[in-house]
């Protein structure tokens, strides 16, 4: 008769032990970072990068007439120049004739733009780790063509001969990659660049949105295992007080049968007082239901509710 109740029972502490196992397990176990993939430690989101890459295998299926490689674009606008670049792999271009970078080194350009007058400079070599910095999901390309000399020390030939002919430092790529998630494609927008040697890029693509994954258990879904099992166990438990200690049966064994029962049929009541108002503003053909009626049945159920909460301090002393 009452293995039904025991056998729930005998169950939880396996379902707790289960949800706590699974819990434990996805958050210790994170898995090394993938190449081109990030993991906020703020949200413990996933997010990956990698429908953004372009391959030769995915120009060839565009369909592409000509045989030319599509990298993505990005226009100068006020800068005398258009960018071409891809996303955590080198540019598919033909990049042989960049400024002043070193053959082993071109072959990982992933990030270029070619002057007026023809000449290829090189904005950043690949990387594949993109990174958050507070909110920001980042990715930076380094060590391009060189960056020219400081405007104060002007390169004059005759003067500082070969000695003073760059800054040292290489042209270099920062990109700010936004969730879009109506972006059919990415959106690469070129926002400014510094000096000519840092270039700011704005992505947006429905790619660096989180997505949840296998990868991490967030705070939300973790507090809302807690709840569930909380629910579970004032359900259970309360039936099986009921039942056993106060001998309920039916829709009684529910834990505070009483107080939940009034409290549905009170905002019940209200629903349809709400209802009922409205109705007769609006000049709507009312119900059946008339506001004397809805008044009656909510001030019933107030009672109710005061008799049920009576009968559990009755019951209680
Ligand atoms: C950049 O691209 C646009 C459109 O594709 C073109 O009209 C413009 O002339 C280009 N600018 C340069 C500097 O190549
Ligand atoms: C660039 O390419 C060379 C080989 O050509 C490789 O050894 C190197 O690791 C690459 N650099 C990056 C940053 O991937």
Redo the contacts with the bound molecule.
């Keep these: 008769m009452r293995f039904w109740i025991a056998s729930p029972i005998s169950a939880l502490p396996f379902f707790v032990f289960s949800l706590l196992q699974l819990t434990i397990a996805s958050t210790s176990n994170t898995p090394q970072q993938e190449p081109c993939t990030v993991i906020s430690a703020q949200s413990g989101n996933f997010f990956d990068l990698r429908p953004l890459t372009r391959t030769s295998a995915s120009t060839s299926s565009s369909s592409s007439s000509s045989n030319t490689v599509h990298d993505w674009t990005a226009r100068g606008h006020d800068y005398p120049a258009n960018f071409t670049l891809n996303i955590c792999a080198p540019v598919l271009s033909d990049v042989a004739d960049v400024v002043s970078v070193s053959t ?2 071109k ?2 350009i992933s990030a270029f733009y070619i002057t007026q007058e023809g000449k290829q400079y090189s904005i950043g ?3 594949t780790n993109p990174y958050f910095r507070g909110r920001k999901l980042v990715l930076v390309y380094a060590g391009g063509s060189p960056c020219p000399a400081p405007d104060g020390e002007e390169r004059e030939k005759s003067k500082s001969s070969k000695k003073k002919k760059g800054s040292g430092y290489r042209k270099s790529t920062i990109m700010s990659h936004l969730c879009d998630r109506d972006a059919v494609r990415p959106v690469i927008s070129f926002v400014g660049e510094v000096n000519e040697c840092g270039y700011f890029f704005e992505v947006r693509s429905s790619a660096a949105c989180p997505t949840a994954g296998t990868q991490a258990l967030g705070p939300v879904s973790v507090f809302g295992i807690i709840g569930l099992v909380a629910a579970l166990v004032y359900l259970v438990g309360g039936c099986v007080y009921q039942r056993t200690v106060m001998h309920a049966r039916g829709w009684r064994q529910m834990p505070n049968y009483a107080v939940w029962a009034g409290l549905v049929g009170g905002v019940w009541a209200l629903i349809r007082s709400i209802w009922d108002r409205c109705a007769s503003k609006l000049h709507l053909p009312r119900s059946s239901y008339d506001l004397i009626g809805a008044r009656r049945s909510s001030l019933e159920s107030e009672n109710r509710l005061i008799d049920a909460l009576d009968e559990d301090w009755g019951e209680d002393a």
């Design positions: 082993s080194q072959s990982n070599s690949v990387s």
